[in-house]
């Protein structure tokens, strides 16, 4: 099988836009596709990323891939996991400080997964980004309310002060890219 195009499934520009900058020097095609799927509820994230690319393949028999991501506080369980884009719906930033009172683990994990499929089967790609709930919540504009009170980088700001800089990279975000390419490139190209 050699692999020169490639469909992305998602509808955000931004995260197909960066997909690209991985993808472009190996001479890959990246294609912006967006499809129909359903989120099952499941706890576990990687049995939702799986069933999405199953879906995704179902509709279109073309080699694809998803990138997705959850969000793991280990003090709470787990919590959120799969449910972190509801819970920046219905969540406050001073919500997610209350959740942390009393807790001396402020750690909070971004599992950021890619699942590939194509005739021959899907393969899963995972890396862990480790961050800390803030005590103190950002005053500064956001997009999500977790974005004020989470760090995902050594100099300990907020997501959404890190992405008020417009040069702001997630440190290791290259990880998981870099192991899906590497993975390609030895094995469908």
């Not at 400080?97 to 750690?107: A, E, P, V, W």
Request: proline share 4%; aromatic share 12%.
């Amino acid at each position: 099988m050699d692999i020169k195009k490639l469909h992305y499934i998602t509808e955000n520009q931004s995260k197909f836009v960066n997909a690209q900058t991985f993808f472009t020097p190996h001479g890959i095609t990246l294609i912006q596709t967006k499809l129909d799927t359903y989120e099952i509820q499941n706890s576990d994230f990687i049995v939702i990323a799986q069933s999405k690319v199953k879906q995704a393949w179902e509709q279109l028999k073309e080699p694809l891939f998803i990138n997705d991501a959850c969000w793991i506080i280990p003090s709470l369980n787990g919590f959120p996991g799969p449910y972190m884009k509801y819970i920046n719906k219905w969540f406050t930033p001073q919500d997610f400080i209350n959740l942390m009172r009393g807790k001396t683990d402020r750690t909070i994990i971004l599992r950021d997964t890619i699942v590939y499929i194509d005739e021959q089967g899907s393969q899963t790609f995972t890396n862990n980004h480790h961050g800390i709930i803030l005590e103190n919540i950002y005053p500064g504009e956001y997009k999500n309310p977790s974005d004020v009170v989470v760090s995902l980088s050594k100099s300990g700001k907020s997501l959404a002060e890190e992405l008020a800089n417009k040069n702001f990279f997630l440190e290791g975000e290259d990880i998981v890219w870099n192991n899906f390419i590497d993975w390609l490139l030895k094995n469908r190209i």
